[in-house]
């Protein structure tokens, strides 16, 4: 059970957290201004710039002694002797005994890592930092050759982890086409490039690592969200026992009083705005806190509280630290808010974005592929043009997986369904065609045009390696579920005609109207239809194929079909959805692992 002390001290730090986030952008301010040296430090510590190159080369030599240090420079050691040896040892952050601001101010930086979800100590943050106190701790040290080897050593150590800090900040920490091979085909700049080396190139480094963190809202609406739970996750919250009996307004339950205190804890409940008494009846006044929650989770907004919503309940603050850790990884990953225009797909949401200059513009309802057969892969593409009454040309994984077992049960499954059968290129008759036949020998079949087709009445296209696509469907009931990963890969939409709408404005000669004519669609004004009875021989010249028509679009709308498990929506609303595909699994098992 919740104490008075829990609850007081949840609206407390909620409170401390805004005044958090202040300090830590006057910080920022702070240490963005330019670097002034520490006045006469090098006349006490007797700096020698030549003997101080000397050293930085003698330490590559004497690192492989240090055990501790060599670890730490791991594979990037021979990288960072060769381009010390083609500058001839010169140093890149460190000038003299005078650069200690500017030491402090990258230590700054490396050492508010957390802020990413990330762990300072992969940037070396505390050994640089002993280094830098045991260097500048006592001045009067009478042993100058000691401060320089210190100081050689802070330099390569500071070198290597600007350069790491900009990789992760440009590319993330785990290559996600390494990680995900099969199915990462989101662009993603190569970490190898000859960008690598950017930082060091710099007039100021530290701007630099300021400028390169990522920017975007959802980013860092994340970030704010992890900061919270980072001080959530100290605090004991009860479980909620989960029951097979549902919770629904006017029923009685002694689970009401930890329900409300998570609500609160989550943020779905402001005390500062809402006085609601705590009862063991479910009523009215609690029910839409109860709704907004659930709609936030994925999960049927009826306001019914069942065991679905009470295991997300139960989801603890430190399962969402992991979470958005791995979804601000993900966002490292690829940037796509700075693209004035586009369609973004998150598949564990099952829903399809409309964005323009970052607002969301609409959502749609999405099927994505099964899970371990036909998942549908990160991809991003440009939608170039539409099909209207399409032909389904059947993958033969479908044929063999399923049609083949429809033909053994149905000896007219194909018919019903409008099928059309080829062997070698030439149609062959459906009559007498078995379900052995059709496994055993080569047979291709494609779908033509018509009510049942598994395309529906419009599919969008886009270019990609897995022929996978946006479409119809005649199958509605899976748009109800919770769980929306039925298809075979390609994405089905559940208002097709609403995203040709969006596609068509200010595109294409073809209206939506014209679209709804050519597909069978009633359309009640008679001069728009007698309007496009005239038109419709020129609009389809050179892109129909009988009943198959193409509508080409002026202006392609980039896609970016992408994968994220935890998000803040633009109500401010902290989203969790499963982790349909295993991905997020994956990715935790390899970015823990580095980031340790």
């Known amino acids: 059970m919740f104490s008075k002390t829990t609850v007081g001290y949840s609206n407390i730090m909620f409170k401390k957290i805004s005044l958090f986030i202040i300090l830590q952008l006057l910080l920022f301010i702070t240490i963005s201004c330019d670097h002034k040296p520490d006045p006469g430090l090098d006349d006490k510590l007797k700096f020698d710039k030549q003997e101080f190159v000397d050293q930085i080369k003698l330490s590559f030599s004497t690192i492989d002694s240090l055990d501790i240090i060599k670890k730490s420079l791991d594979d990037k050691f021979d990288t960072l002797k060769y381009i010390y040896s083609k500058r001839n040892y010169e140093p890149f952050i460190i000038e003299s005994f005078n650069s200690k601001s500017k030491i402090d101010s990258i230590l700054i930086i490396l050492g508010n890592a957390y802020e990413h979800g990330l762990n300072a100590e992969m940037y070396d943050y505390s050994i640089i930092k002993n280094k830098v106190k045991e260097i500048f701790g006592d001045y009067t040290r009478a042993d100058d050759k000691v401060n320089i080897n210190l100081l050689a050593i802070s330099e390569i150590l500071l070198t290597n982890a600007v350069l790491k800090f900009s990789e992760h900040m440009r590319h993330g920490v785990v290559n996600p086409r390494k990680l995900y091979p099969e199915v990462y085909y989101l662009p993603v700049n190569d970490s190898l490039n000859q960008k690598y080396f950017e930082p060091l190139e710099q007039k100021n ?274 748009f109800s579920y919770v769980n929306r990963a039925v298809s075979h890969g390609c994405m089905r939409v559940e208002k097709p005609m609403q995203l040709a709408e969006y596609f068509l404005s200010n595109n294409s000669n073809w209206t939506l109207d014209y679209l709804k004519i050519e597909i069978g669609q009633k359309v009640e004004n008679q001069t728009v239809v007698e309007e496009y009875k005239s038109k419709r021989s020129e609009l389809r010249k050179n892109s129909s194929y009988g009943i198959t028509t193409e509508v080409k679009l002026d202006k392609y709308v980039p896609l970016f079909v992408d994968y994220y498990t935890v998000w803040v929506d633009k109500d401010g609303k902290l989203n969790y959805r499963d982790d349909v595909y295993g991905r997020d699994k994956k990715l935790k098992e390899s970015l823990f692992t580095i980031n340790k």
């Not at 329900?259 to 609160?264: A, E, G, S």
């Not at 009862?279 to 936030?296: C, G, M, N, V």
Request: charged share 25%; hydrophobic share 35%.
């Open 205 to 478: 480094i530290v701007t630099y690592l300021q400028n390169i963190q990522p920017k975007s809202e959802k980013y860092k609406k994340l970030q704010t969200e992890l900061l919270k739970f980072e001080k959530l996750k100290e605090i004991y919250y009860p479980h909620i026992a989960v029951t097979e009996n549902k919770i629904e307004i006017g029923n009685e339950s002694a689970l009401l009083k930890n329900i409300y205190q998570k609500l609160i804890v989550f943020g779905f409940i402001d005390t500062s705005k809402t006085k609601l008494s705590i009862s063991i009846i479910y009523d009215s006044t609690l029910s839409p806190f109860i709704k907004e929650f659930q709609r936030a989770n994925g999960l049927i907004a009826d306001g019914v509280i069942g065991k679905p919503t009470i295991e997300r309940l139960n989801i603890t603050p430190k399962e969402y630290v992991e979470k958005i850790k791995l979804n601000l990884e993900r966002f490292r990953w690829i940037n796509y808010s700075d693209t004035a225009k586009y369609i973004v797909v998150n598949i564990p949401d099952f829903k399809l974005y409309a964005v323009e200059n970052e607002i969301e513009k609409f959502d749609i309802k999405i099927c994505t592929g099964r899970k371990t057969t036909w998942e549908t892969p990160n991809l991003y593409g440009q939608i170039s043009y539409f099909v209207l009454n399409p032909t389904w040309s059947v993958p033969r994984s479908i044929i063999d997986e399923e049609i083949v077992s429809g033909l053994r049960r149905d000896s007219s499954y194909l018919k019903k369904r409008n099928f059309v059968a080829y062997k070698s290129g030439k149609q062959v008759s459906l009559n007498g065609l078995t379900a052995q036949e059709l496994a055993a020998n080569r047979y291709s079949l494609v779908q033509n045009p018509g009510a049942g087709n598994a395309l529906g009445k419009i599919k969008f296209m886009f270019k990609n390696p897995f022929g996978v696509y946006l479409h119809d469907t005649p199958t509605r009931a899976p």
